[in-house]
């Protein structure tokens, strides 16, 4: 599922801050680019969707490019290996996101529409889509973010979803909140995460659970290398027996571009 966009550190944000006050006057006034283009591509050791793996608490390969128009229009694709069992034998998740994001004072607002699109389900209607929104603020060094997304009745989330000709629709609603600070003077940033799903649908342990995570990054350059420890209140086993919502620790290596 869509990952959190890499942000500047803050050395890297203050030399961009320095060089922009010692530039040539002729410098500033070169127009603002329409479209900017940033990817990203990563290793982690565990793809934890909502607390939940999706690899049976084994490594995946991730990656996402978007593309963003100067209104504050973006469109995204990520995509991530995923384990078999999640959707019917698939063993790739992809995302397809478009929305918009706004800055006012020191709030940004964001909304959009992701679609989770699984290859190779044999036929199984397995694809969704859910809205989101989100809004953060920055104090400092420090941004706070509470989102919500909500997914309507689909069949593609109702608990038949991997049985041929499905089951009963079913909706979902995730709200979280979120909290990431650099560490001034350094390249390291802090996270905390806590999360609600409610239910029932197939993206849920029964009704609803809660997910939690605490992490901390280091940034090198154009990669970050990150180590959480994610948990939630339930449990929930793969076909190999593994509980896939069992606390754990994760850990990535991520290449920005």
């Known amino acids: 599922m869509r990952k959190s966009i890499l942000g ?46 999706q690899t049976d608490k084994r490594f995946a390969l991730q990656g996402g490019i978007t593309v963003t128009h100067a209104s504050g229009f973006y469109v995204s694709v990520w995509g991530s290996s995923i384990d078999d069992y999640v959707y019917n034998g698939g063993d790739q ?3 397809l996101i478009a929305g918009y994001s706004k800055t006012v004072g020191a709030a940004t607002f964001d909304a959009g529409v992701l ?17 989101y929104a989100s809004v953060k603020g920055t ?20 608990l038949g979803s991997q049985i041929p000709g499905g089951g009963p629709k079913e909706d979902n609603l995730y709200v979280a909140g979120d909290l990431s600070a650099s560490i001034p003077n350094t390249p390291l940033g802090v996270s905390a995460h806590l ?19 605490v992490g901390a990054t280091y940034t090198w350059s154009h990669l970050t290398f990150g180590v959480s420890y994610v948990d939630t209140d339930k449990s929930l086993y793969s076909p190999s027996g593994r ?14 571009f």
């Open 8 to 53: 500047l550190s803050a050395p890297i944000l203050a030399c961009a801050l320095a060089a922009a006050v010692s530039a040539p006057a002729f410098a500033q006034d070169e127009p603002t680019p329409e479209l900017t283009v940033t990817g990203n591509a990563a290793v982690v050791t565990d793809y934890r969707f909502r607390g939940i793996s």
């Open 115 to 131: 679609y989770y699109y699984y290859p190779g389900t044999g036929g199984i209607n397995s694809d969704f889509f859910e809205p």
């Open 139 to 158: 104090f400092g060094p420090a941004t706070a973010k509470l989102s919500a997304a909500y997914a309507p009745k689909q069949a593609a989330i109702g």
């Open 243 to 256: 509980n896939i919502s069992k606390a754990g620790v994760v850990g990535s290596i991520t290449a920005s």
């Open 195 to 213: 999360g609600h799903s409610f239910g029932p649908s197939y993206l849920t342990i029964g009704k609803e659970y809660t997910d939690w995570n």
């Open 93 to 95: 998740e992809l995302d």
